[in-house]
Structures are given as structure tokens and as C-alpha cells.
Nanobody, 121 residues
Framework: QVQLVESGGGSVQAGGSLRLSCAAS????????MGWFRQAPGKEREFVAA????????YYGDSVRGRFTISRDNVKNTVYLQMNSLKPEDTAVYYC??????????????WGQGTQVTVSS
């Protein structure tokens, strides 16, 4: 079991930036691919980005590609999501999770509490 704690959310204006962090504890963090997901009010949770255990492979959802960057620090057991050029439609609760792989980013662990991102126009 892996425990996941997301942080770094907040309220920003359109065009702004935020950096989210996800601290993982439990079984070995560095051996698994990780992903970020988000859920907007009234919508299903959607995939945002995934990164391999080495950090060499990254995969993004169409709506964030070119604006968001996923990274990880296996020493700190933390995965990050740098979000630039934010849009109001990026408003959601953001979650991280261990995923099966970068090309099959299905979550495998229980969800954390998430972190709220609100983008105003």
C-alpha cells in the first residue's frame, strides 16, 4: 500500500502557474510509474500526465500537453506537476497515483485527498 499526499494547489488567474507536489510513502516509490489525474465538479476523473519510474518517459493528456510538465524525485519520494498557462477549464481537484504504466495510466492505489486548483478568468 502506498500513501499519497498532494499539495501545492491554490487560486490563480488565467495564464498563471502552479506547481503541485505528491509525497508518497509506503512500499518502494522509485519502482513504479506515477500519474496525475484531475476531477472537475460534475465530471469524471480524467488523466493528466504520467511518468516512468526512471523519469525518462512522460505521457500527457491532450488538454494539457505543452503546458504541464510532470517530473519526479525518487530520493524525496515525490512527484511534481508544473502547470503553466493555466486556463479556467483546468479548475479541478488534482490527484496523484501509482499507475500501471505511462501508456496505460490506470491508477492502482487508493486515492489521497487531492489538492484544489482554481483558475479564474
Amino acid at each position: 500500500q502506498v500513501q499519497l499526499v498532494e499539495s501545492g494547489g491554490g487560486s490563480v488567474q488565467a495564464g498563471g502557474s502552479l506547481r503541485l507536489s505528491c509525497a508518497a510513502s509506503g512500499r518502494t516509490f522509485g519502482s513504479g510509474p506515477m500519474g496525475w489525474f484531475r476531477q472537475a465538479p460534475g465530471k469524471e476523473r480524467e488523466f493528466v500526465a504520467a511518468i516512468s519510474w526512471s523519469g525518462n518517459t512522460r505521457y500527457y493528456g491532450d488538454s494539457v500537453r505543452g503546458r504541464f510538465t510532470i517530473s519526479r524525485d525518487n530520493v524525496k519520494n515525490t512527484v511534481y506537476l508544473q502547470m503553466n498557462s493555466l486556463k479556467p477549464e483546468d479548475t479541478a481537484v488534482y490527484y496523484c497515483n501509482v499507475v500501471i504504466s505511462t501508456i496505460n495510466p490506470r491508477p492502482t492505489e487508493s486515492w489521497g485527498q487531492g489538492t484544489q486548483v482554481t483558475v479564474s478568468s
